[in-house]
């Protein structure tokens, strides 16, 4: 490699202990103008630490930080911003009822007591149209898309003069077509030689958009590389630190799809709600893994939703095992036998507060009533009962569910529906945000359990998940159903062309 | 100390182990002090203790208790007797906002049922030779107790229909039900302050038994009946469920609506049973003044035992503790002589002290949240 320029930002040395963990030790990282730079790891290699330690959220324990050749200390995120690093966060933390315009320059007054709002717009309408996004800056930040949301936090970052800019997990709630809005933002960034540090778990992504990697596990950094350097398989190997089969557990390995004579276990028609989705016929049999594959706003989720009682249908009749059934509530569908992983595991799965057993026994102690108690020991021995069979690394039972790390949190609740002894699971972006060991692990498991009878439904933004799990693969797009594919069509090409439609 | 000659092999051995054993003994008793200041209980329990030790310093009569005619006598009596009937709306209302709620109505309750009792009891004296009085009830004295209580039940119902229901916002829904209630009440009693002739009905704030009040029974009874409810049933742990994330317990199959409304009925009758014991113990009842200002005790009875405003965890044993520790404050401040016009400044400041406590607890929780984030 020529002689290279000095770094845009150097991390030297950095380690930071927490009570128990030593998050980081001594790590190196850098970044050049006009870099993509993708941070790598498992969940708990110290991707968050490091972060958090470069945008002062943690002074480190050791190690120094330098941008452009000088040594900061920031002290808070506010700080790190004033130094030039700013941070957009995959859940943007903008306020949702304030305008685009306000958003992007609040905080930013100045010392003047008056607003002028006429140049707060321009100013705003500028920085957006710079990443080539034209919208009403007066419009309430809620009335956008979650993607909108994210080049307004991007815009923001820029009205704050970023010398360096995070994106945490940018593309974890976007669907494709805004993920490909996105990258065009980043490229452009980078080409006015924004230095970008890019985190994710889609491991696609990070080939597509970055030029360099650098890979951090438990704690240590295993290297930098260019991306041109590493293969998929190679990058996966250095973050898990073994061998790992990528694409094992998927439709091919295993057993033969169950024969599809006899009642399903579901079966749906006309399915609808007014304002969500219309006229679904779906049939679910056991043993099979139904995937469901649509862009985002397709009627994925909400299809779930119906099947699970969180909303009540308006159109149409659901079956199970050939008797009409009325879900009108969550619980309804629990004692009909159904199991459902939601989509967002922090608001809707998790309570953060109660501990991994409660957490694991909560759905199974509900379907049996308020006064049919499990005792203690009981909901000890099931907990740790899947404890062991889903490899969930935790303490002790008692410790509340919120220290676990993602994918640990989502095998416990996976664990809290297989305690319910489920016939059928709907999983919703089950393999979201967490690493790729524990995303393999889970998927195997539940595979495991679809070749012993129970019905899955398996909903995923990843179209190569989906077409590797499924049976049968369900094809969403504008609220509707719009294709069945059976596994032995299904590959990439047809199904995003399902997606995308004729008109494309 | 020296071994025994007889057993080379035991002295050979027992020096290293001994060795090492030390400085994790040390070690896990700064463990066992650090578990003991995080236990829920610890911090309601010593500021109870710090308000019992100040007495013990600078008010030695505070500890006597006395026997006379087969009762039980002295201060830390009158304590436990008087907070009674805010141990019990604290249990209530401990409920209530563990499911992320809350109940500013349960003074007005009180007073509701005190009016309701009263005008079942009738208010008549009827002069008699001997002691002056004789008893006399329109009703019978359980259906006396039973007609309040379910008048209270009920208005606990309401305010749980407002919010498990009709989606109202906990402190709107029973605000509504602290401005009606006082109405209710002085409708209940024609405006007027009832007295009650009728003796069988002091026994529940005034009586005693075996040695000891009666209320503190009422209290012992609601106390078991609602730990045997919550924790050996799994309503407490839906009722924690439900505090810490509404969304997640639904989705988990719990009958969120129902628990709701369940807490805020319970509420109510736990404010109908201390509104009995106050009417009693003032034999009368005012349904403008009686259990004024309560709901403001009872919240900060639940927050000193250890349960926070925003739901979830919460502790029974607790909130009775809290109760506690206001109820021998007020009897402290009074009985250090303070004049009564400056009681309730005391009475701030200490409870501020307190607060900030409990709120360097509240800083050690957010420092292990950060904690737990960084490691991820």
């Known amino acids: 490699m020529a002689s290279e320029p000095v770094p845009m930002l150097e991390m030297k040395g950095i380690s930071k202990w927490f009570p128990g963990v030593q998050a980081l030790s001594s790590v190196d990282f850098r970044m050049h103008a006009g870099e993509v730079h993708a941070l790598m790891g498992q969940n708990g290699a110290g991707k968050s630490t490091l972060v958090k330690v470069l945008t002062g959220v943690h002074p480190p324990d050791s190690g120094g930080i330098f941008l452009e050749g000088k040594e900061i200390r920031p002290t808070s995120p506010q700080d790190a911003q004033k130094l030039g690093i700013s941070t957009v966060y995959q859940e943007v933390n903008l306020c949702p009822n304030l305008s685009v315009a306000e958003n992007v320059s609040i905080g930013r007054h100045g010392s003047s007591l008056f607003v002028n709002w006429k140049e707060m717009r321009r100013k705003a309408e500028a920085l957006l149209g710079d990443l080539n996004i034209h919208i009403d800056v007066t419009a309430p930040l809620s009335s956008y898309s979650l993607a909108i949301q994210q080049m307004v936090a991007i815009a923001r970052s820029l009205g704050a003069q970023a010398k360096i800019l995070i994106l945490d997990e940018p593309t974890s709630s976007l669907a494709e077509d805004e993920v490909k809005m996105l990258f065009t933002v980043i490229r452009r960034l980078k080409a006015q030689g924004m230095p970008i540090l890019f985190i994710t ?156 057993r409660e957490n694991i026994i909560l759905a199974l102690q509900s379907k049996r009533g308020v006064f049919h108690t499990l005792s203690k020991a009981r909901q000890e021995e099931i907990a740790r009962s899947y404890i062991d069979l889903l490899g969930i690394k935790a303490a002790d039972l008692e410790v509340p569910i919120a220290k676990l790390s993602g994918g640990n949190q989502q095998k416990a609740l996976l664990a809290r529906w297989l305690a319910t002894d489920p016939r059928m699971l709907i999983l919703d972006e089950p393999t979201r945000g967490i690493d790729v060991a524990a995303k393999l692990e889970i998927m195997a498991q539940v595979m495991s359990l679809c070749d012993k009878g129970m019905a899955v439904v398996f909903i995923s933004a990843e179209i190569h998940e989906v077409i590797r799990y499924s049976d049968l693969i369900v094809v969403m797009r504008d609220r509707k159903k719009v294709a069945e594919i059976p596994f032995g069509d299904a590959n990439e090409q047809a199904v995003i062309q399902a997606i995308a439609g004729a008109e494309s | 100390m020296t071994p025994p000659e007889s057993d080379p092999e035991e002295v050979s051995t027992s020096p290293a182990p001994l060795a090492a054993q030390a400085p994790e003994r040390a070690e896990s008793r700064l463990d066992g002090l650090r578990r003991l200041t995080r236990m829920r209980m610890f911090w309601p329990l010593a500021i109870l203790a710090l308000v019992l030790l100040f007495n013990l310093i600078f008010n030695p009569h505070f500890f006597s208790v006395t026997i006379r005619d087969d009762h039980l006598y002295g201060a830390l009596i009158d304590i436990l007797n008087r907070a009674s009937s805010m141990m019990i709306i604290a249990m209530g209302l401990t409920l209530v906002i563990a499911t992320h709620g809350i109940d500013i109505s349960v003074g007005a309750v009180v007073a509701i049922s005190g009016a309701a009792a009263a005008a079942l009891i009738g208010g008549e004296l009827v002069l008699s030779g001997g002691t002056g009085m004789t008893d006399v009830t329109q009703a019978p004295l359980p259906l006396v107790i039973a007609g309040a209580l379910g008048l209270s039940l009920i208005f606990g119902m309401w305010n749980g229909a407002l919010v498990a229901f009709f989606g109202m916002q906990p402190i709107i829904a029973t605000l509504i039900l602290l401005v009606m209630g006082r109405g209710v009440a002085q409708l209940i009693t024609n405006g007027q302050i009832i007295t009650i002739y009728y003796s069988p009905y002091y026994i529940i704030g005034n009586g005693f038994f075996l040695g000891l009040p009666f209320s503190l029974y009422i209290v012992a009874v609601v106390a078991a009946v609602l730990l045997l409810l919550t924790r050996k049933t799994a309503l407490g742990l839906f009722i924690e469920a439900i505090g810490i994330n509404p969304t997640a317990s639904r989705l988990a199959g719990v009958r969120a609506r129902t628990i709701i409304f369940s807490a805020y009925a319970v509420c109510g009758l736990c404010a109908g049973i201390a509104g009995l014991i106050v009417s009693s113990n003032v034999k009368s009842a005012d349904g403008n003044n009686a259990g004024l200002l309560f709901e403001l005790d009872a919240i900060l009875a639940v927050v000193l035992g250890g349960t926070p405003l925003t739901g979830g965890k919460f502790t029974l044993v607790g909130s009775m503790i809290g109760a506690l520790i206001i109820q021998s404050l007020t009897t402290t401040i009074y009985s250090v002589g303070v004049p009564p016009q400056v009681t309730l400044v005391v009475k701030a400041v200490v409870v501020f002290v307190v607060s900030i406590l409990q709120s360097e607890r509240m800083r050690n929780l957010v420092g292990l949240k950060d904690r737990r984030r960084g490691t991820r």
């Not at chain 1, 190679?234 to 439709?251: C, D, Y």
């Not at chain 1, 024969?259 to 679904?280: A, C, E, H, N, Y």
Request: charged share 25%.
């Open chain 1, 201 to 356: 778990h889609f491991i696609n992504q990070v080939f597509e958009i970055s030029d360099r990697i650098t890979v951090l596990r438990n704690g240590h950094r295993v290297g930098e590389f260019p991306v041109v350097e590493l293969s998929r398989m190679e990058l996966i190997k250095k973050m898990v630190g073994r061998e790992i089969a990528e694409e094992a557990g998927g439709r091919a390995e295993r057993a033969a799809p169950p024969s599809l004579g006899g009642t399903p276990f579901l079966k749906v028609r006309g399915l609808g709600r007014k304002g969500t989705v219309q006229g679904i016929d779906l049939e679910v049999t056991a043993g099979q893994a139904v995937g469901v594959a649509g862009l985002l706003g397709s009627g994925r989720t909400e299809t779930a939703q119906l099947l699970f009682g969180i909303e009540k249908a308006d159109q149409g009749s659901i079956e199970i095992e050939g008797r009409p059934v009325k879900l009108a509530s969550p619980l309804d569908a629990i004692l009909h036998g159904v199991g459902f992983c939601p989509e967002d595991r922090k608001s809707e799965g998790v309570v953060s507060e109660l501990s991994i």
